[in-house]
């Protein structure tokens, strides 16, 4: 109920009251020796109240009974049977959990639910039923890492555990999940169990059926020769380990002598430059191949190669060792301190690999070092050195001889360190050291004016300008609008007639130094019957009742 509705409930409360009495002297009312009288002090059939009886508890304020026995809760915040589980309550009018299949209705104190009409449970009683995937500490699923807790809809909270039967993800010792599975089924299907364990009912063919199939190279037990020494050892997804195997050409391992064994060789070709084979005899045939590590020139994909036997690329700094090529064409750097190449920016390099003195800006392209550890910088197209202020927002201060500010007239000079910020140590103040000085509106958050809640930002730009483009309201901006009592010259007329003028101060707060009489001066002048705690006329309107004064009219109760 608002303030003046409730303010009219009192007032018709006191006249009713009054009425009733007046009544009773002059015979209207009804016998008192009536038991259902309102105003016996007993809530008798259709009475919310009656006098001081009120059968309802008010959480914080108070109720009133009307005289004609009326419930009056406007000064109440929250009790049974205002449809809201406050306070202690377990439960309010139909403000009750969701039986599954019947219902379930609330005590007449809101202090117990009535479970009398539901058989089948409901969230919340703390055991999974119905469609419940959970209920309280009822969780039927296990956390392998971290926890599942169940949501107050009885749902699963799966957000502090990050593995568990049925999240998809194969994990820990599970061999399924979902329709996620470790190995594959070549004939048939595979399902998984819900403790995450693979049924093979239906499947004829997998990995760890003990039989070779498929692409398998073994299975199990099941190899598909003997070793003249040592063992073939199958791994779990059905690739052999014939780490512990010996034996003669064929076996698919290179040993001994043999430049390669069927699949196995140390030596491939170059991705995209043709194929290598293997004979019969364990010996390589290069003739489809046209570049691989052991040629003699480096070769292949970029980077394939660092080096091939002699063809190093590369030398050692003067003084700094010598370079040697491995096995696998990478340099062998072991005796080298230095070189073109080690990744470090040293001696006459401008640069090395990714040790670069300069870097591109995002978005405006990249800058290379050259195998001969020079600058490439043809495809960027901004950077800090160039001499120019660019770069997304922020990025760059100045650049070099371009400063994009200067200190103010008297105040000292401004330089650019390597990195593209501003070397302000000779400079007091500037355009941009965030401190409002000099000629300047603003310098960075340093504003004298704010945007209003909710009407956009004010932001000071680049040069120290004030910019209101985005800003719908602001104290200053001649409207009165959000907190604003006034605004530049949108002063409210406040000022009893005839007692001088009211201002508005550079806040937006009201100046009433030239007025002598206004509502709200703590004093009862003009017409008014009250003003703030004194009143002239309130006792007499509230008939010495409770009263208040807003905007200086009494309001009773």
């Known amino acids: ?52 009886t009120i059968d309802k508890a008010c959480y914080e304020g108070r109720f009133w009974c009307t005289s004609d026995c009326t419930l009056i809760d406007c000064e109440c915040t929250g009790y049974c049977g205002d449809g809201e589980v406050t306070h202690d309550e377990v439960c309010d ?49 296990d956390c392998a890492v971290g926890t599942i807790d169940c949501n107050p809809d009885c749902t699963l909270d799966v957000s502090a555990c990050s593995s568990y039967c049925g999240d998809g993800l194969i994990q820990l010792a599970e061999d399924c999940d979902g329709i996620n599975f470790s190995t594959d089924c070549y004939e ?19 990995c760890g059926d003990q039989v070779i199939n498929g692409s398998e190279q073994c299975d199990g037990e099941a190899v598909p020769f003997l070793c003249e020494t040592g063992a073939v050892i199958c791994l779990a997804d059905c690739t052999m380990d014939l780490s512990n195997c010996f034996g003669a050409c064929g076996d698919g391992t290179q040993t001994g002598d043999e430049q390669c064994d069927g699949e196995a060789s140390d030596t491939v070709c170059h991705t995209d430059f043709g194929t290598m084979s293997c004979t019969d005899s364990c010996e390589l045939n290069t003739e489809a191949c046209l570049a691989w590590c052991g040629d003699g020139s480096i070769n292949g994909p970029t980077g ?96 070099i001889d371009d400063l994009a500010t200067s200190c103010h007239a008297g105040q000292g000079s401004l330089g650019c360190n390597s990195d593209c910020t501003l070397d302000t140590s000779n400079c007091a103040s500037y355009c941009g050291d965030g401190i409002k000085n000099d000629t300047e509106e603003c310098d960075g958050a340093d504003l004298e004016l704010i945007c209003h809640d909710g009407a956009g930002t004010i932001r000071c730009t680049d040069s120290c300008e004030i910019d209101v483009s985005d800003c ?86």
């Open 188 to 206: 048939g299907v595979f399902t998984c169990s819900s403790d995450c364990e693979v049924d093979t009912s239906n499947c004829v063919a997998w």
């Open 1 to 52: 109920m608002n303030r003046s509705a409730c303010t009219f409930s009192f007032s018709f409360l006191y006249v009713s009251l009054a009425f009733t009495a007046l009544a009773a002297t002059i015979g209207c009312a009804s016998s008192s020796e009536d038991p259902a009288l309102c105003g016996n002090g007993v809530i008798d059939a259709l009475e919310q109240c009656d006098g001081e």
């Open 93 to 141: 009018t139909d403000k009750v959990p969701v039986c599954h299949d019947g219902t379930i209705t609330c005590s007449a104190h809101c202090d117990a639910l009535d479970l009398s009409q539901c058989s089948s449970g409901y969230c919340g009683d703390g055991t999974v039923n119905g469609s419940e995937a959970c209920d309280g500490t009822d969780i039927p699923l």
């Open 472 to 557: 719908s309201a602001w104290c200053g901006d001649g409207a009165i609008n959000g907190a604003e009592a006034c605004d530049t010259d949108d002063v409210p007329d406040l000022c009893h007639p005839g007692y001088g003028t009211m201002s508005c101060n550079s806040n937006c707060t009201l100046n009433t130094s030239n007025c002598s009489a206004y509502c709200g001066d703590g004093t009862i002048n003009g017409p008014e019957p009250c003003d703030g705690t004194y009143e002239r006329d309130c006792m007499v309107i509230c008939a010495g009742e409770n009263w208040s004064c807003m905007d200086c009219e009494c309001f009773c109760g």
């Open 304 to 399: 394939a190669e660092q080096c091939d036997l002699d063809d190093l690329a590369s030398s050692c700094h003067t003084g700094q060792g010598s370079l040697a090529c491995n096995g696998d064409c990478t340099l062998d750097t072991s005796n080298c301190a230095s070189y073109c190449g080690d990744g470090i920016k040293n001696d006459t390099e401008e640069c090395d690999g990714d040790d670069l003195e300069l870097i591109c800006h995002d978005g405006a392209g990249t800058m290379s070092c050259t195998n001969s550890c020079v600058l490439n910088t043809e495809a960027c197209l901004a950077w800090c050195g160039d001499g120019i202020i660019n770069g997304s927002t922020g990025t760059e201060q100045c650049d």
